[in-house]
């Protein structure tokens, strides 16, 4: 069965033309990151980074995944995604540095796009795109703190201070550290 045999409109577009096209560009630009992540990987793992390898063919994964939400929403509420070329990834970084900083950059830029498209959304005050957005809002948001952090773990590791893989190793004791402290005032004589 075909959407023009199902008794209602289903395929009444429920989203400007301008809105169409512009998610239809970040559907693409997802594309582009997965793309960037899996070249990335590619170079990290020839240069002997296993786990910065690891990392980024999952990040590649997820930025698919991304993409692959962009299309299913733009057909759903009666676009069309288009699927176009996807440009060649950035050249292979110098140094693992390099490397960070230019993911870094990726997901910045990536930011700025998905906040003029809620900026958009706000603008034709179509809210069902609005609220579809929140959900890479809040992944921007994660996202720019996991690079953020990968970019502070790189500086403490690789900057030439006294000690400094005892802090390495401190940072890395921390992500299993307990999340919970006890309050001096709950605290009593009987326990």
């Not at 429920?14 to 793309?35: F, G």
Request: with cysteine.
């Amino acid at each position: 069965m075909s959407k023009s045999d199902l008794p209602f409109h289903y395929s009444d577009k429920r989203i400007s033309d301008k809105m169409e096209a512009a998610l239809n560009e970040q559907m693409m630009t997802e594309a582009a990151q997965a793309q960037a992540y899996l070249a990335l990987g590619s170079w990290a793992e020839v240069n002997n980074y296993d786990g910065v390898a690891d990392f980024f063919y999952k990040h590649s994964a997820e930025e698919r995944n991304h993409m692959f939400k962009f299309l299913e929403y733009i057909n759903e509420r009666g676009g069309e995604a288009k699927i176009g070329a996807i440009p060649a990834p950035r050249d292979n970084p110098s140094d693992l540095e390099s490397c960070i900083e230019d993911i870094w950059q990726h997901e910045l830029d990536n930011s700025r796009k998905i906040y003029a498209l809620v900026d958009l959304a706000l603008e034709e005050r179509d809210w069902a795109t609005f609220n579809f957005l929140q959900w890479f809002v809040k992944e921007q948001i994660e996202e720019e703190a996991l690079i953020g952090d990968l970019r502070d773990k790189f500086s403490l590791a690789s900057r030439e201070k006294q000690d400094n893989q005892n802090f390495y190793s401190f940072d890395r004791d921390m992500s299993n550290a307990s999340q919970s402290g006890e309050i001096p005032r709950e605290k009593s004589l009987d326990e």
